[in-house]
């Protein structure tokens, strides 16, 4: 299939591409920004998926630009997975302004796509998403997990409303918490960095419990989900789940993966959780049997224990 894709300098973003185009689809990715304006790991991703999609820089999804790149030749798929993550952590998200990003242009859109033939749209979600996943109800409903969480919500019901109305196939890929090579330093990288300098990480949030997944894994889903979404009117949804627990347990689970791997004592100090400002479970529902996607676990954490082994040896 010929996909046009929007979002691949993310961390997920680039996996896809990537795993789009190994599995033999042909790849338009649009960017943002000139190859030359990104840095640190963002051009690591973004030199990694131009090595396997046709890139177009200078582009922002519903700009007059993107419009013309929709009209100048047919594609099967529009994969939209960038969104507005500026400031994503903070409570002074912009929301509304986030939405309009989102969604600059999507009836025009839309028709443009609809008039060269194109039948699907896939979007990406997040389990932080008001009523998406499973976890702590409040009231009868799953709130948003945050500003951030509420945009993406409310993008989805733009698209799924505009696409109904065009007359196309919605597929909406849910993302829970992604980990492995490439990812900005959050969680893992922390545990990481702590055991290569000697330290114990401490682990404060032991109780909430989370989705972790390997972006392998996540990727593989993700072309699954691209290549058996169906052609008639309609809305589909996938919820990759896997690692579902605790941070505390998946605390565990990561130091006993990578220790053997990278030779390296991986202890941990546990806090008391006293506090949970954040829904203490949220998690994606979809089990996927791996060897149907042709996923090795073991195989993933060989290739995040080789990503992040040079990057950790002048910390030691």
């Given at each position: 299939?010929r996909?046009?894709?929007?979002?691949?300098?993310?961390?997920?973003?680039?996996?896809?591409?990537?795993?789009?185009?190994?599995?033999?689809?042909?790849?338009?990715?649009?960017?943002?920004q000139?190859?030359?304006?990104?840095?640190?790991?963002?051009?690591e991703?973004?030199?990694?998926a131009?090595?396997?999609?046709?890139?177009?820089?200078?582009?922002?999804?519903?700009?007059?630009?993107f419009l013309?790149?929709?009209?100048?030749?047919?594609?099967?798929?529009?994969?939209?997975?960038?969104?507005?993550?500026?400031?994503?952590?903070?409570?002074?998200?912009?929301?509304?302004a986030?939405?309009?990003?989102?969604?600059?242009?999507?009836?025009?859109?839309?028709?443009?796509?609809?008039?060269?033939e194109?039948?699907?749209?896939?979007?990406?979600?997040?389990?932080?998403?008001?009523?998406?996943?499973?976890?702590?109800?409040?009231?009868?409903?799953?709130?948003?997990?945050?500003?951030?969480?509420?945009?993406?919500g409310?993008?989805?019901?733009?698209?799924?409303?505009?696409?109904?109305?065009?007359?196309?196939?919605?597929?909406?890929?849910?993302?829970?918490?992604?980990?492995?090579?490439?990812?900005?330093?959050?969680?893992?990288?922390?545990?990481?960095?702590?055991?290569?300098?000697?330290?114990?990480?401490?682990?404060?949030?032991?109780?909430?419990v989370?989705?972790?997944?390997?972006?392998?894994?996540?990727?593989?889903?993700?072309?699954?989900?691209?290549?058996?979404?169906?052609?008639?009117?309609?809305?589909?949804?996938?919820?990759?789940?896997?690692?579902?627990e605790t941070?505390?347990?998946?605390?565990?689970?990561?130091?006993?993966?990578?220790?053997?791997?990278?030779?390296?004592?991986?202890?941990?100090?546990?806090?008391?959780?006293?506090?949970?400002p954040?829904?203490?479970?949220?998690?994606?529902?979809?089990?996927?049997?791996?060897?149907?996607?042709?996923?090795?676990?073991?195989?993933?954490?060989?290739?995040?224990?080789?990503?992040?082994?040079?990057r950790?040896?002048?910390?030691?």
């Amino acid at each position: 299939m010929r996909i046009l894709f929007t979002g691949a300098s993310s961390f997920t973003g680039c996996w896809f591409v990537r795993a789009l185009a190994a599995a033999g689809h042909t790849v338009v990715a649009t960017f943002r920004q000139p190859a030359e304006a990104y840095e640190g790991v963002r051009a690591e991703r973004v030199r990694l998926a131009t090595g396997a999609c046709h890139p177009v820089y200078g582009v922002s999804f519903g700009d007059e630009a993107f419009l013309q790149l929709v009209v100048s030749e047919p594609f099967d798929v529009l994969a939209h997975h960038a969104a507005d993550v500026t400031n994503y952590k903070s409570p002074d998200f912009d929301v509304a302004a986030a939405v309009a990003s989102n969604t600059r242009g999507l009836p025009r859109v839309l028709a443009a796509l609809q008039a060269r033939e194109c039948r699907r749209v896939v979007l990406t979600g997040s389990v932080f998403e008001p009523g998406e996943g499973a976890g702590e109800y409040e009231h009868g409903v799953l709130r948003a997990f945050s500003p951030y969480g509420l945009s993406k919500g409310l993008t989805a019901e733009m698209f799924r409303y505009y696409v109904a109305v065009a007359g196309l196939r919605l597929g909406k890929f849910v993302i829970p918490n992604p980990f492995g090579p490439c990812e900005e330093p959050r969680f893992t990288a922390y545990l990481l960095r702590s055991w290569a300098a000697g330290e114990t990480p401490a682990i404060r949030t032991p109780a909430y419990v989370r989705d972790n997944i390997h972006v392998s894994l996540l990727a593989a889903a993700y072309v699954r989900f691209v290549a058996e979404l169906p052609t008639v009117p309609g809305f589909s949804r996938c919820a990759p789940s896997q690692y579902a627990e605790t941070q505390g347990a998946f605390a565990q689970r990561f130091a006993a993966a990578i220790a053997p791997r990278l030779g390296l004592p991986c202890p941990l100090r546990f806090e008391q959780q006293k506090e949970f400002p954040e829904p203490r479970v949220r998690i994606n529902t979809d089990v996927f049997a791996t060897e149907d996607l042709h996923w090795n676990e073991d195989a993933a954490w060989d290739e995040l224990a080789a990503w992040y082994r040079p990057r950790l040896q002048h910390t030691g």
